[in-house]
């Protein structure tokens, strides 16, 4: 079935530095990632998506890329903050959302 | 308006207990879904509606029997539930059900079956 593969589980940076998640997926058939952020005990938020038309998207000090010859995407967070601290999650939709499982990024000031 | 809310925030019940869930949108979405958390895990599809009728049922146990009364309107019945069933229940909207939609979560109800 549908899955998608989410790597590191759990990522500690220093406050100011770089974040990368990186996902990958199985159904060829995906054409939308997007990306949630949660934080402890509230509901996932809509960070920043992409389509497969498109192979890289930037908001601020957060980016994304798509690669759908080898069927990955990443999430890239730079000058990263204490308030960046949560579980993102990647998902992929050909029709139904998928997600990945989880990376809880801990942010040290 | 561009939330969707969920009632009630908590919700404790016993195993014999009756209760419902509830969910609104006023973003004009006729797509609805309801997802199940369990603790550091990612949220698992249980239910979507699509023009408030049923589209898609992840093979849910029929103690959790979802109505869908109008467009911005989507609510969880509960019954016989299970300790195993505790867990994180979000709501989530979207313009349409195919994919590539963004789905906009509720802050869920937090169920806990004593």
């Known amino acids: 079935g549908e899955n998608v593969e989410q790597h590191p589980s759990t990522l500690s940076v220093q406050e100011g530095d770089s974040a990368v998640i990186k996902c990958t997926y199985s159904?060829?058939?995906?054409?939308?990632f997007p990306w949630y952020k949660q934080e402890l005990g509230k509901r996932p938020q809509l960070i920043i998506d992409?389509?497969?038309?498109?192979g890289e998207k930037k908001d601020q000090r957060i980016a994304v890329t798509l690669n759908k010859t080898a069927k990955h995407f990443s999430l890239h967070i730079t000058e990263t903050q204490p308030e960046d601290s949560a579980v993102y999650f990647c998902?992929?939709?050909?029709?139904?959302?998928?997600f990945g499982t989880g990376t809880r990024l801990q942010v040290f000031p | 308006d561009t939330e969707v809310t969920q009632t009630p925030k908590h919700l404790v019940m016993g195993m014999t207990n009756k209760k419902s869930l509830k969910c609104e949108q006023h973003?004009?979405?006729?797509?609805m879904y309801w997802y199940k958390q369990k603790a550091k895990k990612p949220p698992e599809l249980m239910f979507v509606?699509?023009?408030?009728?049923?589209?898609i049922n992840e093979s849910v146990p029929s103690r959790f029997s979802p109505e869908c009364p109008n467009s911005s309107l989507l609510n969880l019945h509960l019954h016989a539930l299970q300790p195993e069933d505790s867990a994180l229940y979000l709501c989530?909207?979207?313009?349409?059900?195919?994919?590539?939609?963004?789905?906009?979560f509720g802050p869920g109800t937090r169920l806990t079956v004593l």
């Open positions: 973003m004009g979405h006729r797509a």
């Open positions: 509606y699509s023009y408030e009728k049923l589209s």
């Open positions: 989530a909207s979207s313009q349409i059900s195919q994919g590539g939609d963004t789905q906009y």
């Open positions: 159904d060829s058939a995906s054409n939308y």
């Open positions: 998902a992929a939709s050909g029709g139904k959302l998928i």
């Open positions: 992409i389509r497969s038309n498109v």
